[in-house]
């Protein structure tokens, strides 16, 4: 990596050109890092589903980010150079790059309430870096960065507060998944939810976020796990990750919430929404028993408003969100990628397709069928790949 350090990267990315298209395999250019940034040669990612919406459905219940932009943020990669005045990674470093930062000193960073870190949060948000600008661009134009990852390019830079070093063991085609999915469902149980031994909990959404809500439940040692999805097609692998009982809503007259209610005789003590729908954020939080049942808020919405009855609530339940799953992103990561390595934690089962990264549109094929709970796009050869092409400008 040596030769390419402090010079221009050609490589290839998939672009958005604008929404609503599918994505354009193209040669782009990514500057050398910053200040307190880092370069990384992206090895493999998986394709989310905030990804695909952010694509095809933005306006409804996303809010705009410029185009075009290169998108993807659930990878893993290894460090190829650090710009001025980084000082905890080095060129060869396994890494994790982060949609959301940590810089470690701040009030909410030192607080055991929150994760919620700002460190360049409202420039990753709409696709700059710290300048205001991006570091890839694509036939003389600026290429704008997805919450200031866009792991659906070979190299990537990204804040050195936005990144989690890890194992060098660790393979990164598997643990590529806890930059997003797994990390987020996996946490809405065991850390923001705080699910109990012996409770029942219902989780709301079988894609990869709630099979990992279903595996933190199990890891919690709940005693009844329901799982809730209008595709029976997923009940097989809900059950594989922990799940006692599985519920198609479509297959019942009554509501969803009745139908677990009653089973249940009262409620479960937790639900856990993974889909990003009102409407079934307000089913969960009605599914819960009162006195003591939490909900919590996993699926991602950035717009819609949820409807909540409020005598619901004051009749004892609590709701809450989860960002992330609550972990403080460069330090819980790397506990993360242990736990798997220790065979505490399932990764393998989420990964149903491996693609490269030119059959990408594929992926979002089946993701939106669901047919595919996480497809891993390889984005190199191998991790110790050829040099890339390099300019000097």
């Known amino acids: 990596m040596m030769a390419t350090i402090g010079r221009v990267i050609r490589c290839k990315a998939a672009v958005a050109w604008e929404p609503r298209k599918p994505l354009s395999i193209e040669e782009v250019e990514v500057a050398p890092p910053k200040a307190h940034e880092v370069r990384i040669k992206v090895v493999a990612t998986g394709v989310c589903h905030t990804d695909w919406e952010y694509l095809y459905e933005t306006g409804k219940g996303m809010t705009f980010r410029p185009f075009p932009l290169v998108l993807g943020h659930e990878a893993a990669g290894i460090v190829e150079s650090v710009g001025p005045e980084v000082t905890k990674f080095s060129p060869g470093d396994k890494v994790i790059p982060l949609f959301l930062p940590y810089c470690g000193e701040c009030v909410r960073c030192r607080s055991n309430k929150t994760n919620l870190c700002r460190k360049n949060w409202a420039n990753t948000q709409v696709g700059i870096l710290a300048d205001g ?30 990144l989690a070093k890890i194992r060098s063991d660790a393979p990164l085609d598997k643990v590529c998944l806890f930059g997003c999915g797994v990390s987020t469902g996996y946490g809405a149980a065991v850390k923001t939810g705080k699910v109990e031994k012996d409770s029942s909990c219902a989780v709301f959404g079988l894609g990869a976020v709630g099979l990992a809500a279903i595996m933190g439940c199990k890891v919690a040692m709940a005693k009844r796990i329901i799982g809730v999805d209008i595709n029976s097609d997923k009940f097989e692998k809900a059950r594989e990750f922990g799940a006692t009982d599985c519920v198609n809503p479509r297959e019942h007259s009554k509501s969803i919430q009745q ?54 609530m004051l009749m004892g339940r609590t709701l809450k969100g989860t960002y992330f799953g609550g972990w403080k992103s460069v330090i819980d990561v790397p506990n993360l990628v242990d736990d798997y390595m220790n065979s505490k934690l399932k990764l393998d089962e989420f990964i149903t397709h491996n693609l490269l990264l030119d059959e990408i549109n594929v992926a979002f094929d089946l993701l939106k069928s669901g047919e595919g709970i996480r497809t891993v796009i390889r984005l190199q050869d191998s991790e110790e790949d050829k040099e890339p092409t390099t300019t000097t400008k």
């Open 259 to 312: 139908v677990l209610v009653e089973m249940t005789e009262g409620g479960v003590d937790y639900a856990l929404e993974c889909v990003g729908s009102p409407a079934i954020m307000s089913a969960a939080f009605e599914s819960t028993t009162e006195a003591s049942g939490t909900c919590v808020i996993a699926g991602w919405t950035e717009t819609e408003s949820m409807d909540v009855k409020v005598i619901k």
């Open 133 to 162: 600008t991006s570091r890839i661009s694509c036939k003389g134009q600026q290429v704008y960065q997805f919450l200031g990852v866009s792991s659906f390019c070979q190299y990537t830079v990204v804040p050195d507060t936005s």
